[in-house]
């Protein structure tokens, strides 16, 4: 029997619903919805504009008191209605300290 979507992930996922912001490095800021963080990237559904495979992208968000900011590359992203996406960004850049902070939380 195969194993689940949960057993064939490299890094546990931390369920989240918060605002972020993300953008393509250097432009501006939009706002998105995070459904999830792992130490290797984070999911987030964006409304009301075009995101594809391979874009690079900024991400700013939080792990309880402390504010990540982390550079990732569009993994995967599938349209949820004609205004929504979800995407999946794997992490390039971030610091080791974010990645502790990412797994301490995942303990919690």
Known sequence: MG??????RKYSRIATDQMISFAP???RDRL?????????GIRFEAVG??????DVLR????????????VGRVV????????TMDVGLEFIEID?????LIDEAHGE
């Open 76 to 83: 995967w992203a599938t349209d949820v209605d004609p205004i």
């Open 32 to 40: 998105a919805v995070s459904r999830n963080i792992s130490m290797g």
């Open 49 to 54: 504009c075009e995101i594809t495979l391979g």
């Open 96 to 100: 080791p300290l974010s990645i502790r």
């Open 59 to 70: 991400v700013t968000f939080n792990v309880g008191d402390h504010t990540i900011v982390a």
């Open 3 to 8: 194993k689940s979507g949960a057993e064939r």
């Open 25 to 27: 490095v250097d432009t």
